[in-house]
């Protein structure tokens, strides 16, 4: 049988320093959910891999079938699907409403949902009752919080309680309006130093992986090396352990420019709009539906 592209073929005679058989995140774990300590493996391992957001059951299963290992059910929805100018507006109910989608959608994928701005920083009592929420009621695997010092006591409580916690640290959309727009983060000794101080201590804290958002390349890889834990690169260059994109961005949805970052992989937008045309000038010549569309 021939390995998809995203199923590299195992051999018993594997390089040094990969996964084998049966353990790595492309083609290994077939019978159940990737987990955090196949995450953990990976970097041990030296193994790259993708994630992308995912905000509805139909889109996630595509790309769980696609072998996407983890799925990140992000705030960006607010975005790309609910209208917000951005992600700061997202509610809780929203959040768990789309995170239960996406995990009926699909089978292999670990499911990590973001935290939305105003659930998690009041207290780390206040990040426990809504994280729960996302695992109970949704369903999902882990939970995303943006910040790193500012946040590590709250991830040491969910850790503690046995939520598996996502970082985010760099470029936070939630802090949109005290960044004043999206800039990039690291530039300079002191905010270099601040940002490997962030990165130290979330993982210290007890997070599983950590995003590097907006951050120099070069900045980012040595986050990576000095890091024990996957870190999770979007505008972070090509050091780091593992790329998530926005799915909107990478398959050609979103109208007008792209950060810096994207690479757009389809023209969905496109195809969708021509497909939209096509459908008009059907009905309005009565062309559709015709004789093989209707009931007898």
Same mark, same amino acid.
């Given at each position: ?51 992308? /957001?995912?905000?509805?059951?139909? /889109? ?193 949805? /979103? ?25 008009? /000038? ?15």
């Amino acid at each position: 049988m021939n390995a998809s592209p995203l199923q590299p073929a195992q051999t018993q005679d594997a390089p040094a320093g990969t996964a084998p058989a049966g353990t790595a995140l492309y083609g290994g774990v077939t019978n159940r959910r990737v987990t955090v300590r196949d995450l953990a493996r990976a970097k041990r391992d030296g193994e790259r891999w993708a994630m992308l /957001t995912a905000y509805d059951a139909l /889109t996630a299963g595509v790309f769980d079938e696609a072998g996407i290992p983890v799925l990140l059910v992000g705030d960006s929805a607010g975005n790309c699907h609910l209208g917000y100018e951005t992600t700061v507006p997202v509610t809780m109910d929203q959040m768990v409403m789309m995170s239960a989608a996406v995990v009926r959608g699909t089978k292999r994928a670990l499911i990590v949902a973001d935290l939305p701005f105003g659930s998690y920083q009041e207290s780390p009592a206040q990040a426990l009752h809504n994280a729960a929420r996302l695992m109970k009621e949704a369903g999902v695997q882990a939970v995303k919080l943006e910040g790193g010092e500012r946040s590590a006591r709250s991830i040491e409580l969910l850790v503690e309680a046995g939520v598996p916690v996502m970082a985010h640290i760099g470029l936070t959309p939630q802090s949109v309006h005290a960044f004043g727009g999206y800039p990039v983060q690291g530039r300079g000794d002191e905010a270099a130093h601040q940002l490997l101080r962030d990165a130290k201590a979330v993982q210290q804290a007890g997070a599983f992986a950590v995003v590097l958002e907006a951050v120099p390349a070069e900045l980012a890889a040595q986050v990576t090396e000095h890091s024990a834990i996957p870190t999770v690169g979007i505008g972070g260059g090509p050091g780091t352990d593992a790329q998530v994109l926005v799915w909107t961005d990478f398959a050609g949805m /979103t109208a007008g420019r792209v950060p810096k970052f994207v690479k757009q992989y389809a023209n969905l937008r496109a195809t969708l709009a021509q497909a939209a045309a096509e459908f008009a /000038t059907d009905v309005r010549e009565g062309a559709f539906p015709g004789p093989e569309h209707s009931f007898n």
